[in-house]
Structures are given as structure tokens and as C-alpha cells.
């Protein structure tokens, strides 16, 4: 059955923006048509092990020279978690800002599905996830920019899963909290909750 893939980040579990509207998107984007699914993968509450080597980033024969190679285990769950996002017909994704970048946590994640040799680099036609849709939903109080594909926490997810593993990738920024300063850019919840089931309708 298709699925899609919510990921949530958020230290917060009981009152997150993101956590909302990543599971609003989701059931969004479920109930739409018969025989969706939802998996969902609370990186807070199960959080994945930070990269035990820097050869779990590249395939076996792509290793740096005397890398240390990953344990088994470790070898398991990347292989896991590339095959449910493969497997996943968009990932929606929640991606609160922490000190001006992302929970450490959903970086975890981001470096065990980018695999040079596997994943990416797109510039040598290694795309199995070309187009794959991603949303991420990146919740705050701190004014930032309005350009969210240069953002502290949306940009990474541009370069990364959009630039070098070909997905596509769309990013709203949501605040929580009212603007400090006349003038700051601000996105309320309600504005951005419109957009983001607008969006959800549009990966019909």
C-alpha cells in the first residue's frame, strides 16, 4: 500500500507547530484515497545513534582509504531506513529550528540516507529518488529571511535532499510566536496551514 513517511524532530511533544502540521499534512495527504498509509518515524522519541564512522556515508567501494567500516547493526539500519524512504511516495518532514540549525536528531537521519554512491550524487546520474516529494515544515519564534531555500534549517534540507539526492523538496517556514519587530517577516499558523493542505492536495 503507498505511504507516505512523517518524520518529526521536535523535543516538544505535547504543544510543537511542526508536530501538528506534519501530521495534519500527513492525514491530509491519507485520506485522499483509499489504501494510504502513514509511517511514522519519531526521530525524538527513537532517536537514531549519531554516525559511529564517517564510512557509513559512502557505499562499501566509495570508502575513504583505512575508514573504519560500520558494525553490522549499523550497516542494518541505514539499510532500513533507505528502503522506507525509497519505499515512501513523499516524506513530509518536521524540522523545528534549534540554535539557528536543525535538531540534531533529524541530522542523524539526513546522514544515514545520503550515501555517495547509493543516494547521490546526482551529478553522476545516481537519482533513486529522483522527484520523490519531500515537505518540511521548519516551526520558530526567531525572525529569519524569507528565502527559505538559503534558511539555517530548510536550506541543509535543499542542498542535501534536493541538490544532491534529486528529491523535491518544498519548505515552509511557520512561526510561533508574533514578530518582535514591525516588519519582520512572519508566517502564523493559520496562513501556513492553508498552504501547506493546498500542497498535500497537490501530490494527488
Not at 515552509?172 to 516588519?183: L, N, R, T
Amino acid at each position: 500500500m503507498p505511504y507516505i513517511l512523517q518524520l518529526d524532530s521536535s523535543a516538544d511533544v505535547y504543544s510543537s507547530v511542526s508536530r501538528q502540521l506534519t501530521s495534519e499534512f500527513a492525514q491530509r495527504w491519507a485520506a485522499a484515497a483509499p489504501g494510504r498509509e502513514i509511517r511514522h518515524r519519531d526521530l525524538h522519541a527513537r532517536p537514531l545513534p549519531h554516525l559511529p564512522t564517517n564510512t557509513v556515508h559512502f557505499t562499501a567501494e566509495r570508502r575513504p582509504e583505512n575508514g573504519v567500516a560500520p558494525a553490522s547493526e549499523i550497516a542494518e539500519l541505514q539499510r532500513e531506513l533507505i528502503e522506507e524512504l525509497s519505499g515512501a511516495a513523499g516524506v513530509v518532514i518536521g524540522a523545528p529550528m534549534y540554535n539557528f540549525s536543525l535538531p540534531s536528531t533529524l541530522k542523524a537521519w539526513v546522514d544515514y540516507v545520503h550515501v555517495i554512491g547509493a543516494t547521490s550524487p546526482a551529478n553522476e546520474g545516481i537519482t533513486p529518488l529522483l522527484g520523490k516529494p519531500v515537505t518540511a515544515v521548519s516551526a520558530r519564534a526567531t525572525p529569519t529571511g524569507a528565502d527559505v531555500e538559503a534558511d539555517f534549517v530548510l536550506g541543509p534540507l535543499y542542498a542535501i535532499l534536493g541538490g544532491f539526492m534529486s528529491m523535491d523538496v518544498t519548505g515552509f517556514v511557520v512561526h510561533s510566536e508574533p514578530p518582535a519587530s514591525p516588519g519582520d517577516f512572519h508566517r502564523p499558523v493559520d496562513d501556513v496551514r492553508r498552504e501547506l493542505l493546498d500542497h498535500a492536495d497537490s501530490w494527488q
